[in-house]
Structures are given as C-alpha cells and as structure tokens.
Nanobody
Framework: EVQVVESGGELVQAGGSLRLSCALS????????IGWFRQAPGKEREGVSS????????YYLDSVKGRFTISSDRAANTAYLQMNSLKPEDTGVYYC?????????????????????WGLGTMVTVSS
C-alpha cells in the first residue's frame, strides 16, 4: 500500500523558514518524481516544486525560485521542501505527491495530473 504523509507545517512569521517532510512508502524509488503542491484558501491547487529522483532534476514555480529547495533521501524514504524567506502569499495547504514512470522530457514538473499518489497535506500559515 502506497503511503504519502506530509509534516512540518505550522504558523510562521513572514521572513521565516520551515522545512516540510514527506514520508513515503509502498513503492520502489525508480523512475519516479516527487512533487510539492499547495492550495491557498479560495484558490486552485498549484505546483510548487518537484524532483526527478533518478537524476535529481528539479522544477520550481517562478515565485519560489531562490527561496525554496526540494530534496529527496532515498535511504530515509523521505522528501523535503526547505522554505526560506516565507511570504504571506505562501500560505496554504501543502501536499506531497508521487509520479510514476517519470520522464523529464516534455514535463513541466508542476502539473498535478502527472502525479498519482497524494498525501493529505500539511498547513502552512505565514503571518505578516
């Protein structure tokens, strides 16, 4: 059984940092990508970042480039999203997801329809 469990979300002041974790189990770490998505209140879900596990290729939403860093630890079966210089507009529920049979060719890395297994999310609130 595939399990995707996010943690690390909390209330933080603008300018602060958080590290989200995504514990993954129930599948092999070959040809996959792991992505982070977020949904702000009243808005649609958007792709924030993803990583191709086999080659480490990363994708970022323009508004988080230079502030967020995605990483994965195959040995720990965990992916991370380090978020620095947080802004109130980063507030939302952050979801971790897995894409199987991943290829970097032709993929934006931020399309939710490419990801098949999802966690329940962790709430990040950035106060101004």
């Amino acid at each position: 059984e595939v399990q995707v469990v996010e943690s690390g979300g909390e209330l933080v002041q603008a300018g602060g940092s958080l590290r989200l974790s995504c514990a993954l189990s129930g599948f092999t770490w070959d040809d996959i990508a792991i992505g982070w998505f977020r949904q702000a209140p009243g808005k649609e879900r958007e792709g924030v970042s993803s990583i191709s596990v086999d080659d480490g290729h990363t994708y970022y939403l323009d508004s988080v480039k230079g502030r967020f860093t995605i990483s994965s630890d195959r040995a720990a079966n965990t992916a991370y999203l380090q978020m620095n210089s947080l802004k109130p507009e980063d507030t939302g529920v952050y979801y971790c997801a897995v894409s199987y049979c991943w290829s970097n060719d032709g993929n934006s890395g931020l399309d939710a329809t490419d990801f098949g297994s999802w966690g329940l999310g962790t709430m990040v609130t950035v106060s101004s």
